[in-house]
């Protein structure tokens, strides 16, 4: 089912990876802050400012910035952390912006093969706390889906 | 009132109306054809199309009994264009987690395991 793959596809974000390191050392670039800052921002950014707290209900908030684009912020809360194999954040940009106000959940899990790291980034969109408690277990089943549909996409791109 | 882009994802999370999008992607349908795939009522799916309709995802026809779905594109071309911002965002980091990687292992066969920041 092609159509639906895409459907599904569109509504959020897929990124899988292979680092020549094996997932204890890339579980540590984002497990310190330390880390974090000599990586996180796209092309252009620096990221200057990184805090995090890395416990499950732990806080972390960064800031990357460029010359043209300033200071963005950033935060979130940890919500799975398992290491060397999966890390779970709420993300959210802590300043006014097209995306602010809107949460998401990154999951990121990594696989050991052959000694490398394959990452596989899955991001969702999440609304507030509220309104995800008020849809009850409507939502946390469409997030289990997408969880499976994750680790298909993953397992199709490892073969 | 929370702003559009999230009205939009509110209605996406969800695995049924997202498969009643990917089937409006070939082509016009009624409420009976929709639901047809589906184990769930009449109303259920008339439930969801209402939500999708709500957030701009669908248009539907005027005709009473009838009243074909259609997908309205445009939302869904917002949804994309912020997820590719956010491609965009982590593919770069991941190219320049690359790099410090290599620089890691190269300090590492150096015999500086960690490198000295000054």
């Excluded at chain 1, 596989?120 to 409507?138: C, I, K, M, N, Y």
Aim: aromatic share 10%; net charge neutral.
């Amino acid at each position: 089912m092609d159509a639906q793959r895409k459907s599904v596809a569109d509504t959020e974000l897929l990124i899988v990876r292979t680092f020549n390191a094996p997932p204890s050392v890339v579980f540590a670039l984002w497990s310190s802050a330390e880390h974090m800052k000599r990586w996180m921002g796209p092309k252009g950014f620096t990221c200057p400012e990184m805090a995090i707290d890395l416990r499950v209900g732990g806080h972390y908030r960064g800031m990357i910035k460029s010359a043209d684009r300033g200071e963005n912020w950033f935060a979130g809360v940890y919500r799975e952390i398992v290491p060397d194999k999966r890390l779970v954040f709420t993300f959210i940009w802590d300043n006014d912006g097209p995306s602010a106000g809107l949460e998401m959940v990154v999951t990121i899990t990594f696989e050991e093969r052959d000694g490398k790291t394959v990452q596989t980034l899955h991001q969702a969109p999440f609304r507030t706390v509220e309104r995800r408690d008020s849809h009850g277990g409507g939502w946390s089943e469409a997030f289990d889906k997408q969880a499976v549909y994750a680790e298909t996409i993953a397992k199709e791109h490892a073969a | 009132m929370p702003d559009l882009l999230s009205v939009t994802f509110s209605a996406l999370a969800d695995p049924t109306r997202r498969a009643i999008l990917a089937r409006l992607t070939t082509g016009e349908a009624t409420v009976n054809e929709l639901a047809e795939p589906f184990e769930i009522s009449l109303p259920a799916v008339s439930r969801h199309l209402k939500v999708l309709e709500g957030a701009g995802l669908i248009s539907r026809g005027r005709e009473a009994q009838w009243r074909p779905c259609k997908l309205e594109p445009d939302r869904l071309k917002a949804v994309d264009d912020w997820l590719s911002v956010y491609r965009r965002f982590w593919e770069q980091s991941f190219d320049k987690m690359a790099a410090y990687l290599e620089e890691l292992s190269e300090g590492e066969r150096n015999g500086r395991p960690k490198k000295k920041r000054r």
